[in-house]
């Protein structure tokens, strides 16, 4: 079972860091590529305990759908959002933030998957499927540093509760 984690340093408060990363809208401009959308669930705003999204994405080439819910949440610190239906035989994303000082923010992501199909899953793994994932993450988290460290913040995070 592939264990991907992820650490990015971003210079800005952790509320607004935490919010950005729990924001729908925010997880659509930051996923172009695949171009993400919500379909159902939450669409919109900021995901709370319990919600769900499901994400319609195009990866690897073929349209998938993901159910996640929201499993922890201990905000500013930390949330957790968990595969209901999806591509996968399991996934788990684990979202923490540490604050390094007022200004600056360490976000950590750990990614637990496991892939469908037994034995021919496993060789996926290892592949392709553990490498293609890692990169989707950092390239997501990049986008979301320069949206946290920009004004573009204030598109998808209420200002009262960012700073």
């Not at 695949?34 to 769900?52: D, F, H, M, P």
């Not at 290892?126 to 598109?155: C, D, H, P, V």
Request: aromatic share 8%.
């Amino acid at each position: 079972m592939p264990i991907i984690r992820t650490t990015t340093t971003i210079q800005a408060p952790i509320q607004r860091v935490f919010d950005l990363a729990r924001s729908i809208d925010a997880h659509v401009a930051t996923t172009t590529k695949s171009g993400e959308k919500a379909v159902a669930g939450r669409k919109t705003g900021l995901i709370e305990y319990a919600e769900s999204v499901t994400w319609e994405a195009k990866h690897l080439g073929r349209t998938q759908r993901l159910k996640v819910q929201i499993t922890e949440f201990d905000r500013p610190n930390q949330f957790v959002d968990e595969m209901v239906t999806g591509a996968f035989r399991s996934l788990r994303h684990v979202h923490r933030f540490k604050p390094l000082t007022p200004d600056q923010t360490e976000m950590t992501d750990e990614l637990v998957f496991k892939a469908p199909m037994g034995p021919l899953g496993t060789i996926a793994e290892k592949l392709f499927l553990t490498g293609y994932m890692q990169r989707f993450l950092e390239e997501r988290n990049q986008e979301l540093k320069q949206i946290a460290e920009s004004q573009r913040w204030k598109e998808f995070v209420p200002e009262t509760s960012a700073n």
